[in-house]
């Protein structure tokens, strides 16, 4: 991963992006695409949207049905406060489908109305026997979100004082986003969706500089897609063109998947919520092989992305995925330092040329 690869990966990382409150993680594409001479602006579901024109003359130039909508979504695992106590305990509700054994217990930042709260996500202590109900059971293997508090030093009334009430977002603290480099893999909280958030604006910049896309090409940051579906549908529905494109992660299980953490990006073919359009998948796998990739293919267990959502959903006619394999998903997770860079040179590709890779445009 090159320096400015890697930097924009931090960036996105730093900032905070629970479900429903993506501002941080949004602000910090608006500066990108500012910064690359393309417009961005909101829907109304709050979707951040920038277009890609096509290479001018073309055909297709400017005929935006055959547009394609790349989705990136920009939230992240995150926890909502469910009712706060008197005595200032904070119970939680999850706001994305993960266990809390994924996390441990660990610093965490609560968006409070008058600015972030320090707290610790906390289960209890080890040294405890039956008594301490929560504790026992988690040592008995039941981990369950209702177990976990958050402990914050304060009572509910100074709790209230900050402007923390229940609806406020929970994160994972700051100090446990710095990216954690290991030889050819680096691991961190949120990696989910911010490296391919990395890689689509890669695959941007690689379209600035030429040659440009067949057909326009909108980048759609979406919000609460942790929750299932999200605002994506809005955006399939209401933007021109039949191809909805979810870049996101494609987890990594060896005995179920046949994968591991590969530099390689993944073509997905089916999830929950949709088989993705098989014409298209194949498309993007002849990409790859053209680019010398061998990518992994994507039949995912408790997955579903953007565009599958959208297309259970019936906002859009296709959908595709291209999926950037992940270690420990949920969790503290793992990617290939290559693969957010090989998965831009296949995203430009394709959009490149859709119908296949013998036909991209020349300059
Ligand atoms: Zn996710």
């Given at each position: 991963m090159n320096g400015t690869t890697r930097a924009l990966l931090q960036k996105l990382v730093t900032a905070r992006g629970p479900c429903g409150q993506e501002e941080e993680v949004l602000a910090v594409c608006v500066d990108w695409f500012v910064s690359h001479g393309l417009e961005a602006w909101h829907d109304e579901a709050g979707n951040l949207i920038s277009r890609i024109a096509p290479a001018s003359g073309s055909a297709q130039s400017n005929d935006d049905s055959d547009s394609i909508k790349v989705f990136i979504h920009a939230d992240e695992i995150s926890f909502i406060i469910k009712r706060i106590l008197p005595d200032g305990t904070i119970k939680l509700a999850t706001l994305?489908?993960?266990?809390?054994a994924f996390l441990g217990q660990l610093p965490v930042e609560i968006l409070g109305d008058a600015g972030i709260v320090p707290g610790v996500l906390s289960l209890g202590s080890w040294h405890t026997g039956e008594e301490t109900a929560d504790v026992w059971h988690a040592k008995h293997g039941n981990y369950d979100i209702n177990q976990y508090e958050i402990i914050t030093g304060m009572d509910g009334e100074a709790l209230v004082e900050r402007g923390v009430l229940p609806g406020a977002r929970v994160v994972i603290a700051g100090q446990h986003r710095t990216l954690w480099d290991m030889g050819r893999l680096v691991a961190g909280f949120a990696l989910d969706n911010r490296a391919p958030i990395t890689a689509t604006l890669g695959a941007v910049e690689m379209l600035l500089e030429g040659p440009a896309p067949r057909s326009p090409v909108y980048i759609v940051c979406t919000r609460?897609?942790?929750?299932?579906?999200?605002t994506a549908g809005f955006a399939a529905e209401t933007l021109p063109g039949s191809l909805s494109l979810a870049v996101d992660v494609s987890p990594v299980s060896p005995d179920e998947y046949g994968n591991e953490v590969d530099p390689y990006p993944t073509v997905g073919l089916r999830d929950d919520y949709a088989v993705y359009n098989k014409d298209v998948a194949d498309r993007l796998v002849a990409h790859a092989l053209a680019l010398e990739m061998l990518p992994g293919i994507g039949i995912f267990e408790n997955y579903s992305s953007d565009a599958s959502a959208a297309k259970r959903l019936g906002r859009t006619a296709k959908a595709a995925l291209v999926g950037i394999p992940m270690e420990n998903t949920h969790g503290y997770e793992i990617i290939h330092t290559d693969a957010i860079e090989n998965t831009a040179l296949l995203l430009a590709s394709f959009l490149r040329s859709p119908s296949g890779p013998a036909d991209t445009l020349q300059e």
């Open positions: 994305g489908s993960f266990g809390p609460e897609e942790e929750l299932g579906s999200g």
